[in-house]
Nanobody, 118 residues
Framework: QAQLVESGGGSVQAGGALRLSCVAS????????MAWYRQSPEKERELVAS?????????ANAAQGRFTASRDYTPNTSTLHLEMDSLQPEDTAMYYC??????????WGQGTPVTVSS
């Protein structure tokens, strides 16, 4: 069964950087889109960045220019990275990884917390 495991969250000061990773395992993921979302207590879950199965990148306006997504593949895994620079307190949230299959089935990881202090 496919699994998603996120890592890399933590606490940093404003202006700092973090690198999140999400490993999807259990089968091949070359046909699936993957994405990072985030959710804070005050907001609904929102897209941060995504990479489609054909490599198309998409960023939220808040992430553009500060965050960089990349994706690696092996026959039975795919790892989605998110390099986050110039972090600000408003970036504080739980960050969730997801994959969406070709049949549009959406799957979520457990999340990794990011806290940015001023």
């Amino acid at each position: 069964q496919a699994q998603l495991v996120e890592s890399g969250g933590g606490s940093v000061q404003a202006g700092g950087a973090l690198r999140l990773s999400c490993v999807a395992s259990g089968r091949g993921f070359s046909s699936d889109d993957m994405a990072w979302y985030r959710q804070s207590p005050e907001k609904e879950r929102e897209l941060v960045a995504s990479i489609s199965s054909v490599g198309a990148l998409r960023y939220a306006n808040a992430a553009q220019g500060r965050f960089t997504a990349s994706r690696d593949y092996t026959p039975n895994t795919s790892t989605l990275h998110l390099e986050m620079d110039s972090l600000q307190p408003e970036d504080t949230a739980m960050y969730y990884c997801s994959f969406t299959t070709s049949s549009l089935s959406l799957h979520w990881g457990q999340g990794t917390p990011v806290t940015v202090s001023s």
